[in-house]
């Protein structure tokens, strides 16, 4: 494992790893358990990868999809399940991230949450603000499609105010209106469960990403497969619309 960390990291990492952790349910499913029993055990690899990924790797930004818009359209007792699980995950996590120089931040609006999980975000958000070792971007009550709306209504009123020259709004104000507005796009896009989408997740963003998809369900996701993802990556050709370079 040693020697393979190593091989990755002299291969050049991604600068930014984004996650959309699926498959808990049929995790569970298939041990004949409950739906929130794939949710305990996809918080504990969800753990196992910040540590792995802060610790041993040295990544700059990892991002976490928690709990998309859409999510609320699930079975109030797994919603209620999952923000207890947020909520307990962060509180306990806490210390550690301080520690380890994780800065948490949160894509997403935090105003129809719980709002015990709410403070708890927000004091983790405010107790973590000047780590600078790992950037762990929790992407919860979150929707891209909501995310460009809402940039898009800050620039409106701006430009409706004759603050803002609408000539003027360029992607770069478009982006800086974003969750994400101090974080570079991700490189990599890993999605588990062999779903093949990004449901609603960092489509502007993602517009020049790597995505990855791998069939194995999140709760079985260890950092051997990160590091089998990333050394996908690092065999692709990011051209971004240029040709391949000579030589
Ligand atoms: C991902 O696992 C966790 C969340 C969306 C919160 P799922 O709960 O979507 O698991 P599957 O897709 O039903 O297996
Ligand atoms: C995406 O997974 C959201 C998260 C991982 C938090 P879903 O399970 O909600 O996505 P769909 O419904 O299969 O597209
Ligand atoms: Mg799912």
């Given at each position: 494992?040693?020697?393979?960390?190593?091989?990755?990291?002299?291969?050049?990492?991604?600068?930014?790893?984004a996650l959309i952790m699926?498959?808990?349910?049929?995790?569970?499913?298939?041990?004949?358990?409950?739906?929130?029993?794939?949710?305990?055990?996809?918080?504990?690899?969800?753990?196992?990868?910040?540590?792995?990924?802060?610790?041993?790797?040295?990544?700059?930004?990892l991002t976490l999809y928690a709990f998309s818009t859409?999510n609320?359209?699930?079975?109030?007792?797994?919603?209620?399940?999952?923000?207890?699980?947020l909520?307990?995950?962060?509180?306990?996590?806490?210390?550690?991230?301080?520690?380890?120089?994780?800065?948490?931040t949160v894509l997403g609006d935090l105003?129809?949450?719980?709002?015990?999980?709410?403070?708890?975000?927000?004091?983790?958000?405010?107790?973590?603000?000047?780590?600078?070792?790992?950037?762990l971007n929790v992407a919860l009550n979150y929707g891209s499609?909501q995310e460009?709306?809402?940039?898009?209504?800050?620039?409106?009123?701006?430009?409706?105010?004759?603050?803002?020259?609408?000539?003027?709004?360029?992607?770069?104000?478009?982006?800086?209106?974003?969750y994400t507005?101090?974080i570079?796009?991700p490189?990599?896009i890993?999605?588990?469960?062999?779903?093949?989408?990004?449901s609603n997740f960092l489509?502007?963003q993602?517009?020049?990403?790597?995505?990855?998809?791998?069939?194995?369900?999140?709760?079985?996701?260890?950092?051997?497969?990160?590091?089998?993802?990333?050394?996908?990556?690092?065999?692709?050709?990011?051209?971004?619309?240029?040709?391949?370079?000579?030589?």
């Amino acid at each position: 494992m040693h020697e393979l960390i190593e091989r990755v990291k002299q291969g050049g990492l991604p600068r930014h790893i984004a996650l959309i952790m699926d498959g808990n349910g049929r995790w569970a499913k298939a041990r004949g358990l409950p739906r929130t029993a794939g949710h305990q055990a996809g918080a504990q690899a969800a753990e196992r990868l910040i540590r792995f990924a802060g610790r041993e790797l040295g990544l700059e930004y990892l991002t976490l999809y928690a709990f998309s818009t859409e999510n609320w359209s699930r079975p109030k007792e797994e919603v209620d399940f999952l923000m207890d699980l947020l909520d307990r995950f962060i509180a306990e996590k806490l210390r550690e991230f301080v520690e380890e120089g994780v800065r948490l931040t949160v894509l997403g609006d935090l105003s129809p949450l719980p709002p015990r999980l709410r403070k708890t975000v927000e004091d983790a958000v405010t107790a973590t603000a000047d780590n600078s070792k790992l950037y762990l971007n929790v992407a919860l009550n979150y929707g891209s499609r909501q995310e460009i709306l809402r940039a898009c209504r800050t620039l409106a009123a701006a430009a409706a105010s004759g603050r803002l020259d609408p000539d003027a709004i360029g992607e770069e104000a478009l982006a800086g209106s974003l969750y994400t507005a101090d974080i570079p796009d991700p490189d990599l896009i890993i999605r588990t469960s062999g779903e093949k989408r990004l449901s609603n997740f960092l489509l502007w963003q993602a517009a020049y990403a790597e995505l990855y998809f791998t069939p194995i369900l999140w709760p079985d996701f260890t950092p051997e497969e990160l590091l089998r993802a990333i050394e996908t990556y690092q065999r692709r050709k990011r051209r971004f619309g240029r040709v391949e370079e000579e030589g």
